[in-house]
């Protein structure tokens, strides 16, 4: 695999869900590629793009459906794989941090262990050495004392150090994409671009593709190479990061025209008017 | 059906599921509608309603019901056999065993319900009381429970009884006595959630009292768990009261109560089982209607939308 | 309008005491907009509970109107001072209609014409009739917000505590919800206490704010000098780069 063929390409995935009233789709019909760079997903809520990271990992919650006309991993066909052959993929090719260390630690277990399960999972090692490697991850996401650390129980760390573990944990079996999942969301602000850098500098050292779903826009056009706007269970814009302020479609416009910015002071903010054709009017092919 | 007819269902429905409701009453019987909705999802729950709105029947339309009178002793035609004359025999007295049974109906529902009455008002305001002041209150109210909640039910209600003599109304006292604290312990433990809640903060912040914001914002929320407790406990209330019955403390002969009954077939258990087993049999089904009503009911009440 | 003198918040006692607030004091002039800021954890809540009645536990001196208020409030001051709370999905009864949960704070003040002033209060956040009967669940973030904002009005209050009320919506909600907060405040000269960990949404309604950290008050500032970059402090000037978005450069990688 060449380093510039993309990692994971997705084709035509569409997710669903029976409700009372019918089936309610969440996501309709998206397709995009991720190389070795950061891609964002940026969309509100009900726009479809947590359910795009979990089709992908194919860990929807029950009842939901998902069809996709092709999903590849490198070479390999995700869409035909079935559940068993799934567990080979989840964590070991692919991971996912999610949003709430609080939420994704286990907590009575102390993290060190945590991180080397992760590890011994996937390859097979001795107790010493998953330990080992371990440690190597902590101190790679630049914790200072990573043996005082690796003894402690989740509830005695902090969000931001607690994040960090989750990077450790899901870097340690050497993945070729990561999906975030609203991983700073939940950080205070400062604590949240520290986080990022350490995000950034391993996947950018590592060659590690990364999905970055978000609703912060700013923060996303900041921190990604490339982002997408999902809107309605669709992909309405993708552009360079660094182009967004020239995006062309009208909700990307409207949510660009309605956060307020500290330079603006108290000017009136512009509310986003939705257009009901925005759901289904086709959109143009990607560039 | 004439099509007027469908037209006014219709329209009835429509209201029922109207997007923007126009008085408190439509939203209320809207939300009650879809209430009703999801129990009627749980064919088991239907099932429970079934059967507890049948015992409700029965209970009602017991004069009706019944072939015999239930207290007419033919000492003659004692410990027939079941046949047309007499649908489930006789007992050892000569009484209409089915009668007896569908009166018994009655005695069971009274007691049953009259012990609901007493113990789902006293356990919800004690139990949100002690959660909401905490402190001595909390302490206080909670040892009391304690101390109801640390004797053997049966051995309470025995002890009450035996003070102040058997008859159908002690043992209810007794039962409900036995019964109060595990709905305080639950009302307690959900206030303790709900006192930290944002709505409980904003009634605060626009100067409620404490006894307001007990009865019109706490115990709603509480209301739903201590509705299923209750339903779940009215299984063990019927037992109970069976026990008691059995025990000769709770119905006085010769009101026909569905433990009595049991006890005194005990004797006639090898040769008339059908004397034993049709008491037993009517017990069994209405605990096991009220507990799959239960399990129905909290599906109901705390939907998971 | 509002003074605060040394306020002082500490919970738990002796070793394992921890300081909520630390010595804080700030004076908030009449129909101004003040924001506190400060990452989790700095107090500004905690202070805000204080001003609100919610948080009994203080030491120091407010005063409010002119007046010193105690840790036990009366109506009058419930009526004068509403708050709007930050979670939209929590702040309101979950079994009570919007009619229901707008009529409660007149039913509890003792004040006529109900019916009347839940249809006025239901205009002025620009929720029509059709949304009365309706419960919470059947609303939007940033309808149940509203009717969070009308609660808060329908007493006519003139001081309005503001617990980061737009940081639970939707961005394209959370430009309707600021400028409806605007509005009324300049619609009816409140006085209004803003809470955020959000600099561009303190940017956008208030006229000074009060940095906080662990507690202190690092710095009193107006807006005019957040935006133009003229923070005293380093914390300060830390949280105005933080809030620029994703800059690898400027991020200095001190390891936990």
Not at chain 2, 221 to 244: D, N
Not at chain 3, 205 to 224: I, T, W
Request: aromatic content about 6%.
């Amino acid at each position: 695999m060449t380093s510039n063929s993309p990692i994971l390409t997705v084709e035509d995935l569409r997710v669903g869900f029976p409700t009372p009233r019918g089936t309610v789709e969440a996501v309709r019909g998206i397709s995009f590629a991720i190389g070795r760079n950061k891609v964002g997903i940026v969309g509100e809520s009900g726009s479809g793009k947590s359910m795009t990271g979990r089709a992908i990992l194919k860990l929807l919650p029950g009842g939901a459906t998902s069809t996709v006309k092709s999903m590849k991993l490198g070479d390999t066909d995700l869409a035909s794989l079935s559940e068993s052959e799934m567990l080979g993929i989840r964590g070991k090719r692919i991971s996912m941090i999610l949003q709430d260390p609080k939420y994704s630690l286990n907590p009575v277990m102390r993290v060190g262990h945590q991180i080397a399960e992760a590890f011994r999972v996937h390859h097979r090692a001795s107790r010493a050495e998953a330990e080992e490697r371990a440690l190597e991850m902590l101190a790679a996401v630049r914790i200072r004392d990573p043996r005082r650390v690796f003894s402690l129980y989740p509830h005695e760390v902090s969000g931001g150090m607690g994040q960090r573990i989750m990077i450790a944990m899901m870097l340690i079996p050497e993945p070729e994409l990561i999906i975030a999942d609203e991983p700073t969301s939940a950080l205070d602000v400062t604590v949240r671009l520290q986080v990022l850098a350490i995000l950034d500098d391993l996947v950018t050292t590592r060659g590690i593709g990364l999905m970055f779903i978000s609703h912060d826009l700013n923060l996303v056009s900041s921190f990604c190479d490339e982002v997408l706007i999902m809107y309605a269970g669709r992909i309405v814009e993708r552009c360079p990061a660094a182009e967004l302020h020239q995006a062309k479609h009208p909700y990307t416009r409207g949510l660009l025209a309605s956060l307020p910015r500290l330079e603006d002071g108290h000017k009136r903010l512009r509310v986003l008017e939705r257009d009901p054709s925005w759901r289904d009017e086709p959109i143009p092919a990607e560039a | 059906m004439t099509v007027q007819s469908f037209e006014r269902d219709a329209t009835f429905r429509s209201w029922l599921l109207a997007e923007a409701p126009e008085s408190g009453f439509q939203a209320w019987s809207q939300s009650c509608y879809l209430a009703w909705l999801r129990l009627a999802a749980n064919p088991l729950a239907v099932i429970g309603l079934v059967v507890l709105l049948a015992l409700g029947l029965v209970a009602l339309l017991a004069p009706w019901i019944a072939t015999h009178s239930p207290f007419e002793q033919v000492l003659a035609e004692r410990l027939q056999r079941p046949s047309a004359a007499h649908w489930l025999g006789t007992d050892e007295l000569g009484r209409d065993v089915f009668s007896r049974i569908v009166y018994g109906a009655r005695t069971t529902l009274y007691i049953v319900g009259l012990v609901a009455v007493i113990v789902g008002p006293i356990g919800l305001c004690i139990g949100t009381t002690a959660g909401y002041l905490g402190g001595w209150v909390e302490a206080l109210l909670m040892r009391i429970t304690d101390i109801f909640l640390s004797f053997p039910s049966l051995i309470l209600a025995l002890a009450f009884v035996s003070a102040l003599g058997p008859s159908l109304d002690n043992a209810i006292i007794a039962i409900a006595l036995s019964s109060w604290p595990g709905i305080a312990r639950l009302a307690r433990a959900e206030t303790l959630t709900i006192r930290s809640s944002d709505y409980v903060d904003a009634v605060r912040v626009m100067g409620a009292s404490t006894p307001r914001i007990i009865f019109r914002h706490v115990m709603p929320m509480c209301l739903p768990s201590v509705v299923v407790r209750v339903t779940l406990s009215m299984a063990s209330v019927a037992l109970t009261a069976a026990g008691l019955g059995f025990l000769g403390l709770g119905a006085q002969p010769p009101t026909p109560e569905w433990g009595a009954m049991l006890s005194t077939a005990r004797q006639y258990l090898l040769e008339h089982w059908y004397l034993a087993a049709m008491p037993g049999l009517a017990i069994l089904i209405v605990s096991l209607a009220f507990n799959l009503f239960g399990d129905g009911l909290r599906d109901m009440l705390n939907p998971r939308s | 309008m509002i003074e605060v003198s040394q306020l002082r918040v500490a919970f738990g006692a002796d070793e394992t005491q921890t300081i909520a607030v630390d010595d804080v004091s700030f004076t908030i002039p009449e129909a101004t907009v003040y924001g506190l800021v400060g990452e989790s954890g700095c107090g500004k809540t905690t202070i805000l509970r204080c001003l609100c009645g919610l948080n009994r536990q203080w030491s120091g001196t407010i005063r409010v109107n002119g007046k010193p208020v105690g840790p036990l409030r009366d109506l009058a001051f419930y009526r004068m001072a509403q708050m709007v709370f930050q979670d939209p999905y929590g702040s309101l009864h979950p079994r009570h209609t919007v009619n229901t949960i707008l009529s409660e704070p007149l039913l509890v003040h003792g004040i006529p014409d109900i019916g009347a002033r839940v249809s006025r209060v239901l205009a002025q956040v620009g929720l029509g009739e059709s949304f009365r009967f309706r419960y919470p669940h059947q609303l939007s973030g940033g309808q149940r917000q509203r009717v969070a904002i009308a609660r808060a009005l329908i007493l006519e209050p003139r001081i309005l505590f503001l617990d980061e009320p737009t940081s639970a919506l939707d961005v394209s909600v959370q430009a309707e919800v600021l400028n409806l907060i605007r509005d009324i405040q300049v619609e009816q000269g409140l006085t209004c206490v803003l809470v955020s960990h959000d600099l561009a949404v303190v940017a956008n309604l208030c006229n000074r704010l009060a940095v906080m950290n662990q507690g202190k008050l690092v710095e009193e500032l107006s807006v005019a000098d957040l935006m133009s970059g003229r923070a005293r402090s380093g914390y300060t000037q830390r949280l105005i780069a933080a809030s620029a978005g994703y800059d690898r450069a400027l991020v200095s990688l001190d390891s936990d």
